[in-house]
DNA sequence: ATGATATTTAGCTAATCATCTAATTGATGT
DNA sequence: ACATCAATTAGATGATTAGCTAAATATCAT
C-alpha cells in the first residue's frame, strides 16, 4: 500500500490512471498525453505497475494498459475509511 | 492537491495523521510514538502543515497539533471520486 | 538572570527521483 | 534479410528528500 501511495505523489501518474479511467490505452497513445519523453512515460508506467495500479497486455508492436480499479479503491478507501471518510460508516465510534 | 498526495507518500507521515485521528497531540508526544529524531519528525510536521492537514496551537512550552479533517477528505474523496470510489455516485455515466 | 524543557532551524549527507539522450529489444511489413 | 515502428533499458544528471547532529529560539520555573 504504500506503493500506492508513492504512485500517486506524482501528478503525472495521477493523471495517467485519470486518463487510463476511460479504458485502456496504448504506452504511445498514453506518452502523447504528457509533455515528457517516453523513456520517462515509460519509468512512469513502471512504477503504477509496481504497485499494482496498472496491468499490461501485448498487443503487436503496442504494449496496452489497464487500470485495476480494485487496487486504487482497497488503498483509497482503506486509508480514507480509518478516517471515517468515504464509506459513509464511521471506524470507531458511530456519530449517534 | 499535489500537496496532500506527497505529504501522504510518507508512511511516518501518514501515520501521524491517522494518530491525530483520535485527538490534537503535542509534537514531542507524537515524535515519542517513532524511532526517529526530534528534528526529523519537525520536518515531516512541516510538511504536513504545509500541505494543510495539520493546524497548530501554541500551549505553553508545548505545540499542539491538530488533524484538518476536511482537507484530508477533500484531497481523498476528490480524488477517489473521479474514479467513481467511494460516493456510491459515479463520475461520468451512471449506470442506468 | 539562570536553568530546564519543548520545539524548531541550520547545515550536512546519502539515497531516491524525474528527467534526458542514446542504445536495445521486439514485432511487423516489404 | 532489412527497414521501420513501439516500447523499454542503460546510463547520466540535477533536484528533492529523509535522516542525522548541533545550535538556536521560546517558554516556564527558580
Keep these: 500500500m504504500n506503493d ?3 504512485a500517486l505523489s506524482d501528478p503525472t501518474r495521477r ?3 485519470r486518463l487510463l479511467k476511460s479504458g485502456p490505452r496504448s504506452a ?3 506518452a502523447d ?3 515528457v519523453s517516453r523513456p520517462t512515460m515509460s519509468a512512469h508506467f513502471n512504477v503504477l505497475r509496481g504497485a499494482g495500479l ?4 501485448k498487443a503487436g508492436k503496442s504494449v496496452i494498459y489497464h487500470l485495476n480499479v480494485s487496487v486504487l479503491e482497497e488503498a483509497l478507501l482503506g486509508f ?4 471515517g471518510l ?3 460508516v ?7
Excluded at 496498472?54 to 497486455?57: D, H
Excluded at 480514507?80 to 478516517?83: D, I
Aim: hydrophobic letters at 40%; proline letters at 17%.
Design 86 to 88: 468515504g464509506t459513509g
Design 80 to 83: 480514507a475509511g480509518a478516517f
Design 4 to 6: 500506492v501511495f508513492k
Design 90 to 96: 464511521p471506524p470507531v465510534s458511530p456519530p449517534e
Design 33 to 35: 498525453a504528457f509533455p
Design 28 to 30: 504511445g497513445d498514453l
Design 15 to 17: 493523471e495517467v490512471l
Design 54 to 57: 496498472v496491468s499490461t497486455e
